[in-house]
């Protein structure tokens, strides 16, 4: 531990607060989903909260997260020519985010390798296969209630390379390298859902967290689902997915696939850099919330 003088904008003499070692200057050993600063708990939320802060023009929010930030020195309250009281990251709030998105990026990282070796397996098999497809699916709906829709994104999307309708057996394939963010997902039965309303088949691949540790066992996966583990080398499948008969891809599954472009054996199966917005949204491996 140490001491920390957090900014005072109205010119009086700054206070002293304990912060963990580390902090300031630099962010050695932080976890981006939770980390403890004179006492108060720093997760997702106020990471998010910094980087719209940081994003903004700064107008308070005045509520619990704002105080937690400027309690933990990551926040600061600076007063305009005005007199407008606004809101700003500190040093060590900047470094905070900017930790953030560093250990983030290497998730996506690590999630990315896994989609493009998932991708390459389904090449392999002689499929057509798709990543990054935003595709409208229908939900199941009772007798009497309206039909609902949910638009999901899965990781990959492939079908067989067949001119008989009946015989294209979509499949969904849903990568994890995070076991925070399997958990977040598995608790959405219409995301679960839409992947089973958009393929025939849906699969859930999972990855190992930081230590080399699968993040999860098959039986925490929803038996309508398959699972697949990667143990470093090879793609393990751990329950096979149950088989559903599609007799026709929608119209606007159609529409969707003409517009997008599917990947080939010599693709760039990494795609494009993650937003500001994904690299926040990750979770830790070892931290689920």
Request: proline content about 9%.
């Given at each position: 531990m140490g001491e920390a003088i957090c900014p005072n904008s109205e010119g009086l003499p700054g206070r002293k607060v304990m912060v963990p070692a580390g902090i300031i200057p630099a962010f050695s050993a932080v976890s981006p989903n939770s980390t403890t600063i004179n006492g108060i708990t720093i997760g997702r939320q106020h990471a998010r909260r910094l980087r719209d802060v940081y994003r903004s023009a700064g107008w308070p929010s005045l509520d619990s997260i704002e105080v937690e930030l400027l309690a933990a020195c990551l926040l600061e309250r600076v007063y305009d020519p005005g007199g407008h009281e606004r809101v700003r990251p500190t040093d060590a709030g900047i470094v905070f985010l900017a930790q953030t998105f560093h250990k983030n990026r290497l998730a996506l990282s690590r999630h990315d390798a896994l989609v493009g070796r998932v991708a390459q397996e389904m090449l392999r098999d002689g499929r057509i296969v798709w990543t990054g497809l935003s595709i409208r699916a229908r939900l199941p709906s009772g007798q009497e209630e309206r039909t609902r829709w949910k638009t999901c994104m899965p990781d990959v999307f492939s079908i067989r390379n067949t001119t008989v309708a009946g015989y294209l057996e979509p499949v969904v394939h849903e990568i994890k390298v995070s076991r925070a963010d399997l958990l977040g997902d598995l608790k959405s039965k219409d995301k679960r859902d839409s992947y089973l309303d958009a393929?025939?088949?849906?699969?859930?691949?999972?990855?190992?967290?930081?230590?080399?540790?699968?993040?999860?066992?098959?039986?925490?996966?929803?038996?309508?689902?398959?699972?697949?583990?990667?143990?470093?080398?090879r793609l393990v499948v751990e329950r096979n997915a149950p088989k559903r008969a599609v007799a026709d891809l929608s119209f606007a599954l159609w529409m969707v696939l003409a517009k997008a472009t599917p990947l080939s054996p010599s693709s760039d199966l990494l795609g494009v850099g993650p937003s500001q917005a994904q690299l926040l949204e990750l979770s830790d491996d070892e931290n689920p919330p």
């Open positions: 393929g025939g088949q849906c699969w859930y691949v999972l990855g190992c967290d930081s230590r080399g540790r699968p993040i999860a066992q098959a039986d925490e996966i929803p038996p309508e689902c398959g699972v697949l583990r990667f143990d470093g080398e």
